[in-house]
């Protein structure tokens, strides 16, 4: 599994990936966490995962905007600690190869319909979930934590193991999986 954390040590209230790394140390799931600064890292770290991971953990904010004439925020792009972001167009361009993995992102608003589809698309990822809205850092924890434990120790296959969380758990925070 390849862990990539964008973090904002200023302003999260504790690092998403470097727990999500820890959850998996202790239940003895191979991972490689990586610390991402900036945006050519990320769009890199994507373009390499290693060929034993299978799931992909992007923990990151998403970068939102509100576009005109319109009343929701809308995904604009991962956010990255440099202050910029990156946009599926970046994604697409960048021509990363993630058949047969299962990518989960827990930036805000990353599983919209519009930039889940483009992200599915033009990485070819197996599965990509993903939060339609802006979930809690302690949220977020408590999907994956179920998830991985469900996928990963368990051996329940993606979609067993995200309906599981999904119909067993009441986590206010609506994920995705496409």
Known sequence: ?????????????????KFIR?????????NHYHSVRIKTQFLELLSSV???ADVVHIATHGR??????KKREKFIG?????EKHVSMQEIASAGINLAGKTVISTACRSGQKTPRKAF???T???????????PLFYNAALMCHIFYHKHLSLGL??????????????NPHVFFLE
């Open 1 to 17: 599994m390849l862990i990539i954390d964008c973090q904002d040590k200023g302003e999260d209230p504790g690092s998403e990936g």
């Open 22 to 30: 820890h959850m998996l140390n202790l239940m003895g799931v191979a």
């Open 50 to 52: 290693p060929s034993e």
């Open 64 to 69: 939102v905007g509100k576009p005109p004439n």
């Open 78 to 82: 991962f956010w990255t600690p440099d």
């Open 120 to 122: 599915k698309h033009s």
């Open 124 to 134: 070819q990822c197996e599965y990509y979930i993903a939060p339609i809205k802006g």
């Open 157 to 170: 296959s993606v979609k067993q193991a995200f309906s599981e969380y999904e119909n067993r758990y009441k």
